[in-house]
């Protein structure tokens, strides 16, 4: 694997407008609002991606208000990087965790499958294939 195996988090809020202001003035940043797909699965899901270069080091993310993922502890997802994320969530079972989602699209942004490790915490993978 050529990259880095963080390629992407969400931090859920419920209060958008207040969470941007927070991390907005904290960080010293704007983050970028992300269209979401149409016809997606949450229509009244909202992200906003913190700033990032795809030749920089490290990993970028976004706020995600979603209704039912609730912010607080647990609140933060971390996605790996992947060449077809397929692939490692036909390996969570076998390893002792759980498939919480299967492989999906989120295009125009590829896919994602989400799992559920041996500690009870949810982790993303995501990839463009």
Sequence with gaps: MAMNPVGWFEIYV???????SFYE???GCQL??????????????????FPGQPDN?????????????PSGGGGTL???VCED???QAARVARNGGRLHRDKVSIDPY????LAIDTEGNMFGLHSMK
């Design 110 to 113: 590829g896919f994602i499958a």
């Design 57 to 69: 080091a490290g990993a970028t993310g976004a706020l995600v208000r979603m209704p039912e993922c």
């Design 14 to 20: 419920q209060d958008m407008s207040r969470a941007r």
């Design 32 to 49: 970028q609002a992300l269209a979401m797909p149409e016809g997606g699965e949450h229509p009244d899901m909202e992200m906003w991606a």
């Design 85 to 87: 994320c397929a692939e």
């Design 78 to 80: 971390v996605y790996f």
């Design 25 to 27: 003035a904290v960080l």
